[in-house]
């Protein structure tokens, strides 16, 4: 293991107990989807206070593959934490009964991440239990997560680090080698990855927020103007809402 990423665990780890501890509270819920991503953020929990603290919650649709539900249950047993999975579908069909329903994967997309992020909040209501977010910070930049929804939690522990950056910290923390070989998927509809959604490479998106971020947002290549308009477009989702609060 690289010496400075070994470092930069114990500060996320760190950060995760201070979290928990000042809340009041002394356990967790995370969603888990059977993608890197979440089983980055699950490790990290399970490291900082303990696996059965630590409660992993799947939530399928439809759509789901059943290959990813069993990767979040390996991923469960092997860090010690318990795992649930409930289905989302009955919900989804109490939304598809409301007058006008438009069935496009967009608005069932959203659909299906702000019904999870509800599922996990009541269960962290329920059981006096922190929502652990799993956003990464390239997703983060580019929008690619639902207002509300994914992007919503009490704790983020990976949203500063770019996707080739989780990859790397899932091979330190052990993660099954199915979960870090498959290919990044949101799961929002059949066959649907990131990659070819987005239209890049995640290596190619994390070089050109590198040389971004380095160079005052000026892009120089057009790889970089792509995904710096992905940014742009996207800032409402990371701005808080407007308001005239405080202006009067």
């Known amino acids: 293991m690289d010496g400075n990423r070994g470092c930069a665990m114990g500060r996320i780890e760190q950060m995760i107990r201070y979290t928990v501890w000042s809340s009041g509270h002394e356990r967790i819920v995370i ?3 059977g993608g890197i991503d979440s089983a980055v953020a699950a490790a990290f929990c399970c490291r900082a206070i303990g696996g059965g603290r630590v409660l992993g919650l799947t939530l399928p649709s439809a759509v789901t593959l059943q290959e990813d539900i069993a990767d979040a249950a390996l991923l469960c047993r092997e860090l010690g934490m318990d795992h649930q999975v409930i289905s989302i579908e009955p919900i989804l ?31 962290a209501n329920r059981d006096g239990r922190l929502v652990c977010g799993t ?28 996707k080739t950056e989780v990859i790397e910290y899932a091979i330190d923390l052990g993660i ?16 649907q990855q990131d990659e070819q959604e987005i239209g890049l490479t995640y290596p190619e ?32 989702k990371r701005l808080p809402a407007p308001t005239l609060f405080g202006t009067e």
């Open 135 to 162: 956003s990464n910070r390239t997703e983060y930049l580019l929008g690619y997560c639902t207002k509300f929804g994914d992007n919503a939690a009490d704790i983020q522990p990976i949203l500063h680090l770019y």
């Open 205 to 236: 998106i994390d070089a050109a927020l590198r040389s971004l971020s380095q160079n005052g947002w000026k892009s120089t290549t057009p790889v970089e103007e792509k995904v710096l308009s992905l940014v742009r477009a996207s800032e409402h």
């Open 176 to 191: 099954p080698e199915p979960i870090i070989r498959k290919p990044p998927s949101a799961g929002l509809w059949t066959g």
């Open 93 to 123: 069909d109490a939304y598809r009964s409301l007058p006008g329903f438009t069935a496009s994967p967009y608005l069932l997309g959203n659909l299906m991440a702000r019904t999870r992020m509800a599922v996990l909040y009541y269960h």
């Open 31 to 33: 969603g888990l989807s």
